[in-house]
């Protein structure tokens, strides 16, 4: 089993990391770090600037993650504020915003960042869905507020354990778990 480092100070987003990646065959060790994050227009910035950063802290392989509510209406807000906003605003705030909002649409995204032999590579993961009209369910973060497409109408924190099925980090996941198979593939 190959043990990979997971760097961040999100507990509940290492339990779905861990839940995720063990049935690729990964241990996931939690490296329990708050680290910078510069003010970027994208995550992608966002998660290459910190794993420079990083790199020279943290023994590799690690990686990160960085994740956004994309909220098409209001042209992609809170995007890479999500942090700040969810601090600031909460999900309370963030459905006043869209009270008299027609279009609900919003897109769930998730960059990791890797770190492995002093290179950097990133893997993104999106799920679509839309706001809710009210607070439904009580995982964390904006859990309550976001329905993925394509699930029975339920929110992130209604699926429960089968978020994992579909959310955007799952997806991020996935495409880093694969890399990694192709990788140890190659002679
Ligand atoms: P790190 O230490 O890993 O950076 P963080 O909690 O700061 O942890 P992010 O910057 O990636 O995580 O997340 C931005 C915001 O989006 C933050 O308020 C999270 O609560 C929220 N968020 C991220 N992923 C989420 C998910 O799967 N479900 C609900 N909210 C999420």
Request: proline share 4%; with cysteine; charged share 25%.
């Amino acid at each position: 089993m190959k043990t990979l480092r997971f760097v961040t100070s999100n507990p509940h987003k290492f339990r779905e990391a861990e839940t995720i990646l063990e049935n690729y065959g990964f241990r996931i060790e939690w490296i329990e770090l708050k680290y910078p994050e510069i003010q970027a227009d994208t995550l992608k910035e966002i998660v290459l600037h910190s794993l420079k950063w990083l790199s020279e802290r943290v023994e590799q392989p690690f990686f990160i993650e960085d994740a956004g509510l994309f909220i098409h209406s209001l042209n992609g807000f809170p995007g890479p504020y999500s942090s700040y906003v969810f601090k600031t605003l909460g999900n309370e705030g963030i459905l006043k915003l869209m009270e008299d909002i027609k279009d609900r649409r919003a897109t769930f995204k998730s960059v990791i960042g890797l770190a492995v032999d002093d290179k950097h590579y990133t893997f993104c993961g999106e799920t679509n869905g839309f706001i809710a009209q009210s607070i439904r369910g009580a995982l964390w973060g904006f859990d309550p507020i976001f329905i993925p497409e394509g699930v029975g109408g339920l929110t992130y924190a209604e699926l429960g354990d089968k978020k994992n099925l579909v959310s955007h980090r799952r997806k991020s996941l996935e495409l880093m778990a694969s890399w990694f198979s192709r990788k140890v593939k190659k002679p």
